[in-house]
C-alpha cells in the first residue's frame, strides 16, 4: 500500500518536472526564433528594402516590356 502511494508521487513529480523542462524549453525556442526574425529583418533592413526595390522593378519591367511586345491590331 504504502509502495504503490509512493510509486504514484514520484510518477506525479517526475511528471510536474517534465512540464517545467518542457516549458523552459518552449521559453527558450521562441527567445531564439525572435532573435532569429530581429537579426534577419531588423538588422538588416535597408538590405531588405534594396532587395524589395530591385525585385518589384524588375517584375514591373517585365510586365511593361510583355505589353510592348503585343501585336497592334490594325
Known sequence: MT????????IF????????LKSVIIK???RIT???INMIFLEKY????????FFN?????GIISNNDE?????
Open 3 to 10: 509502495s504503490e502511494i509512493l510509486h504514484r508521487y514520484t
Open 13 to 20: 513529480f517526475k511528471y510536474k518536472k517534465f512540464l517545467k
Open 28 to 30: 527558450y525556442f521562441i
Open 34 to 36: 525572435m532573435a532569429l
Open 46 to 53: 535597408k538590405m531588405l528594402l534594396f532587395f524589395l526595390y
Open 57 to 61: 522593378k524588375k517584375n514591373i519591367n
Open 70 to 74: 503585343k501585336p497592334i491590331l490594325k
